[in-house]
């Protein structure tokens, strides 16, 4: 019979390079259930990490997935299968008149 505690699965950061010729919106879902809109420049990278301030200590708030639109209204989302505690790492492009999200460096558990 096993006892123990079983390990933390969680995406703690995504970072995104919007490498499109336009503005993206990137929406990231929060396992508290709040979503934060983020806009990205073209050519322009940013970090999405959220915590959770309890007054004393701070715990990491959970990304569950982010959803990205472009101005004339394409989407991309992704749902996210944490095995462990993750760092993403993406680049937003246009390909064949589609967003997508490219993965740019392999899940890295902390």
Known sequence: MQCGIKAP???RAVKISNQ???KVTVTSF???GEKINYEIPEQTTIDIEKGIDHG???TVDPIESIVAKNPSGMLQSIEFHP???EIHEY???NKDNQ???EKTQK???L
């Open 20 to 22: 499109t010729n336009s």
């Open 83 to 85: 095995h462990g505690v």
């Open 99 to 101: 967003l997508l999200f």
């Open 107 to 109: 899940d890295e558990n």
């Open 9 to 11: 699965n969680y995406v």
């Open 56 to 58: 004393t200590y701070t």
């Open 91 to 93: 680049t937003l492009i």
């Open 30 to 32: 929060f396992q508290s």
